[in-house]
């Protein structure tokens, strides 16, 4: 069965810091990892989309890797500002179409003064 | 800003009335969807139309009617819901009407609908 799995479920952390969240998939065969920001009560934003042949993505602040041998990705965040403050959502794409878009649960995020 | 408008943004609706969510792009993408969204849990995919045809229904039940009357415009017609139908609900659209690689799916605010 396809699965997403992120980690952590929550974080906190002080502005202006890092932070990484991590995303693993059993989704096979696979075709693309993004990464979603959702701020509460709005749809979710795309941040990044990576193929299986790429290693790491970075759109401002954001970096995504991907390593599509242990099927696990990450997204780190630098310089936090209180606007990262969301849930991250890692979806991986199968080949077969729309069906096989499959969502994690999300990490939500709280960067505080 | 999402290229994707949502209306109503809110909706409070009765277990007896009909309604419409109404969805709208004009990026010229030839798939729309709508999601399902509950809170603190991840989107669920309901219904997916490519070039104007229904090609998923997720076993959606029938009182959620969904219309895609052209290319940019996509409506889901309520009626009879219950109270656990309340959620958020999402429409997208991509360019190509699959999951594959660079088909960015774009998002809109969501309608919230609250069922009493």
């Known amino acids: 069965k396809n699965q997403v799995e992120q980690s952590p479920q929550s974080l906190i952390i002080l502005e202006g810091k890092n932070c990484t969240l991590q995303?693993?998939?059993?989704?096979?065969?696979?075709?693309?990892l993004r990464w979603y920001k959702q701020d509460t009560g709005r749809g979710p934003v795309s941040l990044t989309i990576m193929t299986f042949s790429e290693n790491t993505k970075s759109n401002g602040r954001y970096t995504a890797t991907l390593d599509a041998d242990t099927k696990q990705s990450s997204l780190h965040i630098t310089a936090s500002q209180l606007s990262d403050s969301a849930s991250y959502i890692c979806?991986?794409?199968?080949?077969?179409?729309?069906?096989?878009?499959?969502f994690g649960k999300g990490t939500m995020l709280l960067v505080s003064p | 800003d999402t290229e994707v408008t949502q209306t109503p943004k809110h909706l409070v609706m009765g277990m007896t009335n009909k309604k419409s969510l109404k969805c709208e792009q004009h990026?010229?993408?030839?798939?729309m969807y709508w999601y399902k969204q509950k809170a603190k849990k991840p989107p669920e995919l309901m219904f997916v139309y490519s070039y104007e045809k229904l090609s998923i229904n997720e076993s959606v039940p029938s009182r959620f009617s969904p219309e895609c009357p052209n290319s940019s415009l996509l409506n889901l017609h309520l009626h009879a819901l219950q109270p656990e139908d309340s959620a958020l609900y999402l429409c997208?659209?991509?360019?190509?009407?699959?999951?594959?690689?660079?088909?960015?799916?774009?998002f809109g605010e969501g309608s919230w609908l609250t069922v009493v």
């Open positions: 979806v991986v794409s199968g080949l077969s179409g729309y069906s096989t878009l499959t």
């Open positions: 995303c693993n998939y059993t989704v096979s065969p696979f075709s693309n």
């Open positions: 990026m010229g993408h030839r798939a």
């Open positions: 997208a659209s991509s360019q190509r009407g699959d999951g594959a690689s660079g088909n960015t799916i774009y």
